[in-house]
């Protein structure tokens, strides 16, 4: 997978943590993974389509996530309560719309659909031959995984320059 | 949350009236309590541009702050359709996405602002203040706008 398609991702989330839970957060493992994905707390995931395709789950501690909640609220929030996935949508929809709209600036063009909760425990890969790349991120109240799946669709890219041109 | 000096509206000194629209409940709520801190009143929510559009008709807020990917109908078309209906009408769009092509979309159909989101109360606060008071709908206040204690 091309680095500098996921690099937007990465330093995206990392302001967004920064800004909303007010201390660092920090890059403690990094992982490939061919097959599925196991969601491990609160997720969203969001997918987009165009010259790049693919698909971002985040994946949130639910601690963490009330951090964020209580942060966006203005009020104590508990990881139990029932506003967490919602936060981690919201959470979601800030860092991929962040990162897709560097990567826009950069001149790739593609779509953003709405988030999406994910309520089941095994999510499918995102496509034939596309391999995930899982970012954990370590913050003061829980881990948060970034998993990035997507495609650049070069050709799809070459259409367009030669319709420009001519 | 920050209070903010009350923004009123000048010609009867009432709060000004907002409408949201966001497919996330979640983000209304943090929007919903910006506007609180700015002295404001939520009078309508929508979670998708076609509601946005009866909701706008019905409830004819002073603003509208509005998402812009949202399922069904998107807010740039929601947008267009609004302001083609209600020329006068006063929308922020408040977006993570926030590309050029997304801005230029949406002003050009009438949006008068644009904030990215995580939304700063204290960016949100100066745009909405920036766009009543062009439009003489609220007296102007101190700059910075906190309240003092």
């Given at each position: 997978m091309r680095m500098d398609l996921i690099q937007p991702f990465i330093g995206s989330l990392d302001a967004v943590l920064a800004e909303m839970m007010k201390a660092p957060a920090r890059i403690v493992d990094l992982t490939m993974e061919p097959e599925g994905y196991r969601r491990k707390g609160a997720a969203a995931s969001v997918v987009f389509r165009g010259q790049i395709e693919g698909r971002v789950v985040l994946d949130m501690d639910p601690g963490a996530a009330a951090q964020v909640a209580s942060f966006l609220t203005g009020g104590e929030v508990n990881p139990?309560?029932?506003m967490i996935p919602e936060t981690v949508c919201e959470l979601a929809n800030m860092v991929i719309g962040n990162a897709v709209t560097q990567l826009n600036d950069r001149g790739f063009q593609f779509k953003v659909f709405p988030p999406e909760i994910l309520t089941q425990e095994q999510c499918e890969a995102a496509g034939q031959d596309s391999e995930a790349t899982i970012l954990c991120f370590e913050t003061p109240n829980g881990n948060v995984h970034l998993n990035i799946s997507m495609q650049y669709h070069a050709r799809r890219s070459r259409e367009r320059s030669s319709v420009t041109v001519s | 949350m920050k209070q903010f000096e009350a923004l009123t509206r000048k010609?009867?000194?009432q709060a000004v009236r907002y409408l949201v629209v966001d497919d996330s409940v979640f983000a209304r709520k943090s929007l919903a309590k910006m506007i609180e801190s700015f002295?404001?009143?939520?009078v309508g929510e929508a979670g998708d541009g076609c509601t946005a559009i009866t909701e706008y008709a019905r409830?004819?807020?002073?603003i509208v702050l509005m998402d812009i990917?949202?399922?069904?109908?998107?807010g740039i078309e929601a947008v267009e359709r609004i302001v083609h209906e209600h020329p006068d009408a006063r929308i922020v769009m408040v977006s993570s996405v926030g590309y050029q092509d997304n801005i230029l979309a949406a002003l050009q159909k009438g949006a008068r602002h644009f904030v990215q989101k995580p939304v700063k109360p204290d960016a949100l606060y100066e745009i909405i203040r920036y766009v009543l008071n062009d439009d003489g709908v609220t007296a102007p206040v101190g700059a910075g706008g906190e309240k003092s204690r």
């Open positions: 139990n309560e029932p | 010609n009867d000194h002295g404001g009143q939520v409830s004819k807020p002073d990917t949202m399922p069904q109908m998107e």
